[in-house]
């Protein structure tokens, strides 16, 4: 019994070195990966690592990280890291990654379809972490666009709040260039829809035809041929 217990002790003090020599490949593998993949991400970027029991996992000479299905890189999340050799195996890593950032806030109740002013928002500093997804970071890509919905003072603003600004109304006049292969005519018509840049914009032209083509973001009309 005495043998067997001393040889259980110098399997634990010898395999401990490797214990932890796994678990730090497994972490700075995952850690890695994250930082790869949070690169794009507005602000600064802060990563904790989970609890991990590797004591159980065979010895690995490659490890690949990877982001299983629904994986979000920011707030809780688990990382996926592979043993490519010589043993087989997969775990998954929970980790913490908060981003603060600045982000928009409504400094006034807002009614849906109320054109954002620049004295309607302001900018505040956080965990973008703990924010809804989609919220926007930079007030000039808010400040002209239309309100979706009606919000509350202090609200933080999201894109898809936003209504994408129009650059053609209903009614009002319009260029109109049709152009094709080794040829270009501009001319006249009237809106008959509203547009945003890049959205397709229907023009009635002075001889009763319908003509539909691209808006652009000078309030002009183009229409290939």
């Known amino acids: 019994m005495l043998t067997c217990r001393i040889f259980v002790a110098l399997l634990l003090l010898f395999s401990s070195p490797l214990f ?6 497994v972490m700075d593998t995952a850690e890695r990966y994250v930082r790869l993949q949070t690169q794009g991400l507005p602000g600064k970027v802060s990563i904790s690592m989970g609890k991990l029991d590797v004591t159980r996992l065979p010895p690995c000479t490659a490890h690949e990280a990877f982001a299983p299905p629904g994986t979000r890189f920011v707030g ?10 010589p043993n087989i195996w997969s775990v998954l890593v929970p980790v913490q990654i908060a981003v ?38 930079d007030p000039t890509s808010a400040v002209g666009k239309t309100l979706r919905n009606s919000l509350g003072a202090g609200q933080p603003l999201r ?7 129009l650059v053609i109304r209903q009614g ?11 040829f270009a005519v501009s001319s006249e018509g009237k809106a008959i829809n509203n547009a945003a840049e890049g959205q397709v914009a ?18 002009s009309v183009e229409v290939s041929f």
């Open 100 to 137: 603060t950032g600045n982000y928009v806030t409504t400094t006034r109740p807002l009614a849906a379809g109320q054109l954002v002013q620049p004295g309607d928002i302001a900018t505040m500093s956080g965990d973008l972490s703990q924010l809804p997804t989609g919220i926007v970071t």
């Open 202 to 219: 229907q023009v009635r032209m002075p001889s009763g035809q319908t003509l539909s083509g691209i808006a652009k973001a000078d309030g």
């Open 20 to 25: 932890a020599a796994e678990f730090d490949a």
């Open 159 to 165: 894109s898809d709040q936003l209504l994408p600004t």
């Open 76 to 85: 809780k999340s688990l990382i996926g890291v592979r043993c490519l050799g």
């Open 172 to 182: 009002q006049s319009v260029r109109v260039i049709s152009q094709g292969a080794g």
